[in-house]
């Protein structure tokens, strides 16, 4: 084995890199140990005998594959989860979630006749206040007052 301890040195200069990024081929160390001046050493890289190696750098394919699976909606257990109990979706989130399909529902029936005005005031009002849980609970709570017959 030659020594190239000043070849790589000089070489390291001149592509701008440390020295153990230079790579020196094997087939031409016989060439590359004759290289004294700079001007055989820009020639060597210039023949791509002497070459700068490629930084290591951190990959991103497992970051990309979490990032994929979380746009699926994995990845999402009380494991993952940081944070309070409404830190995923505000309070108002929650409450217009809960309460569309309840004004809905009573919009429907009272268009359909099956309650009068009068009574879809009473259970909007109600519904505001936050009396039921879902669309199941109010339904539940007009068949029991005797608005709507059992289905």
């Not at 031409?28 to 700079?38: K, P, S």
């Not at 809905?104 to 009473?122: A, F, H, M, N, V």
């Amino acid at each position: 084995m030659m020594d190239v301890k000043y070849q790589k040195r000089i070489a390291a200069d001149m592509l701008k890199c440390g020295v153990n990024r230079v790579w020196i081929s094997p087939e031409h160390l016989d060439e590359v140990a004759d290289a004294i001046t700079r001007e055989d050493i820009k020639e060597l890289i210039d023949r791509n005998v002497i070459q700068k190696r490629q930084k290591k750098g951190v990959s991103r394919g497992r970051a990309r594959y979490i990032s994929e699976q979380k746009k699926k909606g994995r990845r999402k257990g009380p494991g993952s989860r940081k944070g309070k109990k409404l830190a995923g979706t505000s309070k108002k989130e929650k409450w217009m979630t809960r309460i569309r399909p309840i004004r809905s529902e009573l919009k429907e029936l009272r268009d359909s006749g099956k309650i009068t005005p009068q009574e879809y005031r009473k259970y909007y009002m109600r519904a505001k206040g936050g009396m039921y849980r879902s669309k199941a609970h109010l339904k539940l709570h007009l068949k029991s007052d005797g608005h709507i017959e059992e289905e």
